[in-house]
């Protein structure tokens, strides 16, 4: 039999009137499918049944349809849907085991079951935060602000929050006759996280009920006395209040204002609260006496305000107008204290009605009220519990939730991703961060020992980008050390300064002698791979500030230099600062270069004239080039080190020039890349994938297989700006499966 409250319509055996309280749900929100509001109690009534004719344990006073009517009758107060309806209704199923999401969408839709799939999630989450503080006595609060985000950040549609919001409510209300550690574990979760969330949120009464609810069980001495004093003072203070009212009524109404004038009980733990926070006696808690005044138009707002201070003198420092100045969230109205009937202190509110219906459902929320930091605020997070409220305005407004959240959705991202640690710890990090991110994040020696990562236990590469909600595990080894590749950002293991900054820490502790050894054995095949193994390195010594070649091998192995560094120089030098004359980076008896009509390099000797990249070496901006005086062709322009070159300065040396590249040119260059690769299946796509997320034109692509061992070699004719873009696309094209080797090819 199906125990329901007193207020719920009940048949003369007992049961609870489905038809009966349907009918009544339809007075207060909108139901424009009655039968399928039916369908969902009849499913749960059933399930429950069955579950009792099978013996299995369940509670009558938490019975599958109890909880799922009185969800229902706090979101009838928050003017929900009906799919959040019918979420509600067979959550409690699911929850148990009993129903599957599967059953619920082919009986109800994807709609109905993604929403109970939300408050599922939500509540794994909560779950988790539970077991953590049972497992770690004195959980600080910053593991638990984290939950909090974490929530919020998972909240794809709001109605998700406000379901599991009124699921806890109800959860909270029974715990009257439960076992003591449950109502402890409950309260706590709903103290810690769903409590703040509805005050976020803005959803006033919620919230104090379950801060009332949650410090009955957490603080039962407190709670009893603040109740007991509140219940000693309740007939004077309703007198006091009832006469205050009146005289003010009569007040207004005389001045020709429309008012609605009520007595505003302040809750339990919010006494206690100000009592602890001003370390104050229950007497001098002044605002439990408190009227609020509502009125039509703001001009009234300040009328009313000069009647109240005109009866009574008000107290210097505590009138605040946040009509004028609203709080950061929007919240408007008038807060002023005076000496009321009685020479008893009085509290008085006076907003209009359009803002104390802002201030109630949730629009003007107070989420930076009372008790939160202003200054130190995350704004991705308070970013998005805006937008969780702006929805909840656009709700009551239009009615419809759907076509609105696709929209915002894409205007929020969220500044920091949330995840767990195996014992469930609660970690931030930014977007992006990968599991070494996180493993030096948890602990430095975990990050050096660092070997591999599972993600919700399965394993996953070590550039994998961890996404909110995931719990992360460090596979970790004694003998395990720090990669070189690490520091490489190309390769997208590190994504965050402190773990980069570890990572770098740790290199530099090494012998110098092994740092200039593993410098060498970096920078020597990055060079080749680019074609710059002809580079001036004692210059770049130099550009650096360091004494001699060792000390750039030595900080490369080290991780104080990065190979970006060299690159950069290397660039500077073969490509010279274009504000910088360029006679004085030449030999001084050559005559000044001119520029061609493209500005793409300048010729030495010879005014302008016909320029062409050679097929043969596709030079590049930042390649070491001389020119060809071709017949008819104006001038070729080749690299240094072209074997078709070296063979033309020996049998026509005489129609080899001086070139040297413009400034900073916009056009595009060829350039050959040398592919060698065990066969696969995909492995062309992955390549061509690549290039084409790397904005990168492929001009003409050859392959040549080898059967006998299995292998590939192709050749990519690609179109780059710079060097700069050369080895980031050969770094993240040798990071592909399967693939062996790649390098710029040598004509």
């Not at 090494?510 to 710059?532: C, S």
């Not at 990065?562 to 980076?585: T, W, Y």
Request: glycine share 6%; charged share 25%; net charge negative.
């Amino acid at each position: 039999m199906v125990k329901v409250r007193e207020d719920h319509p009940i048949k003369a055996n007992g049961q609870v009137d489905v038809d009966a309280w349907i009918q009544n749900l339809a007075e207060q929100i909108d139901l424009p499918d009655m039968a399928q509001v039916r369908q969902a109690c009849q499913l749960a009534q059933n399930i429950e049944e069955t579950a009792i004719a099978n013996q299995k344990q369940w509670s009558p006073d938490f019975s599958s349809l109890h909880i799922g009517m009185e969800m229902t009758q706090i979101l009838a107060e928050l003017h929900m849907d009906q799919a959040s309806v019918v979420a509600a209704i067979v959550y409690r199923p699911v929850r148990e085991g009993l129903l599957t999401l599967a059953e619920v969408e082919k009986q109800f839709g994807a709609e109905i079951s993604g929403l109970v799939d939300g408050v599922m999630q939500m509540a794994a989450i909560s779950q988790a935060q539970v077991v953590s503080r049972q497992r770690v006595l004195g959980q600080n609060e910053a593991q638990v602000e984290h939950v909090r985000k974490m929530l919020v950040a998972m909240i794809d549609d709001v109605r998700v929050a406000l379901i599991k919001l009124a699921e806890r409510t109800s959860a909270i209300r029974a715990m009257k006759n439960a076992p003591d550690d449950k109502r402890l574990k409950v309260a706590r979760e709903v103290f810690d996280i769903y409590a703040p969330l509805a005050h976020r949120l803005g959803i006033g009464h919620i919230k104090w009920e379950l801060e009332d609810l949650s410090f009955r069980y957490l603080e039962p001495i407190a709670y009893k006395r603040i109740a007991k004093l509140i219940d000693e003072k309740r007939l004077d203070r309703q007198d006091y209040i009832a006469n205050v009212v009146g005289t003010l009524q009569s007040a207004l109404e005389s001045a020709g204002i429309e008012c609605d004038i009520q007595g505003r009980a302040k809750h339990i733990y919010s006494i206690w609260r100000k009592m602890r926070r001003k370390n104050i006696d229950f007497s001098q808690v002044y605002d439990i006496r408190a009227v609020r005044i509502l009125v039509p138009e703001l001009k009234d707002c300040y009328a009313a305000l000069g009647i109240v201070h005109t009866f009574w003198r008000h107290i210097p420092h505590e009138f605040d107008d946040y009509i004028a100045s609203p709080k950061e969230n929007g919240y408007r109205s008038l807060h002023t204290a005076v000496i009321g009937p009685e020479g008893k202190v009085l509290e008085v509110q006076i907003r209009t009605f359009d803002m104390h219906d802002d201030a109630e459902l949730g629009v003007c929320a107070h989420w930076l009220y009372k008790g939160t930091d202003v200054n130190a605020k995350d704004d991705g997070y308070e970013q998005k519990i805006s937008w969780l409220r702006q929805v909840l305005e656009w709700h009551e407004e239009l009615g419809d939730l759907n076509d609105l959240m696709g929209s915002l959705r894409q205007d929020v991202t969220p500044d920091r991703i949330y995840v767990f640690t195996p014992d469930g710890h609660v970690v931030d990090l930014q977007p992006g961060a990968t599991p070494v991110d996180f493993a030096y994040r948890v602990h430095t020696e975990i990050g050096h020992r660092c070997r591999g990562a599972k993600v919700n236990g399965r394993i996953v590469p070590l550039t994998y980008q961890i996404k909110t909600g995931e719990q992360i595990e460090i596979l970790t080894s004694r003998d395990s050390q720090p990669s070189r590749d690490w520091l490489n950002s190309e390769y997208g293991y590190v994504r965050t300064s402190r773990a980069r900054a570890k990572v770098a820490g740790w290199f530099k502790g090494q012998a110098r002698d092994q740092n200039i050894i593993d410098g060498k054995a970096v920078l020597t095949p990055e060079l080749n791979r680019i074609g710059l193994d002809k580079i001036n390195l004692n210059k770049i010594v130099s550009d650096l500030g360091l004494n001699e070649l060792e000390d750039l091998y030595a900080g490369i192995g080290g991780g104080n230099i990065r190979i970006g560094q060299v690159l950069h120089q290397a660039q500077k030098q073969i490509m010279p600062n274009p504000e910088v004359d360029q006679l004085s980076l030449l030999p001084s008896q050559a005559p000044k270069a001119q520029p061609t009509e493209s500005d793409d390099v300048y010729i030495l000797g010879v005014g302008k004239l016909l320029s062409t990249m050679a097929s043969c070496c596709h030079p590049v901006p930042g390649d070491e080039i001389v020119g060809y005086i071709t017949q008819g062709r104006g001038v070729s322009i080749h690299k240094v080190d072209c074997s078709n070159i070296l063979n033309l300065k020996q049998h026509q040396p005489k129609r080899i020039m001086e070139v040297s590249w413009g400034e900073a040119p916009e056009n595009v260059y060829p350039v050959d890349l040398d592919i060698k690769a065990y066969d696969r299946r995909g492995l062309l796509k992955d390549i061509t994938l690549l290039l084409s997320n790397e904005n990168t034109n492929i001009v003409s692509m050859n392959t040549l297989s080898h059967r006998q061992d299995g292998t590939v070699d192709m050749m990519f004719t690609i179109e780059i700006d710079s060097l700069e873009k050369l080895g980031k696309l050969v770094n993240k094209i040798d990071q592909l499966p399967n693939v062996l080797e790649v390098s710029r090819h040598r004509g």
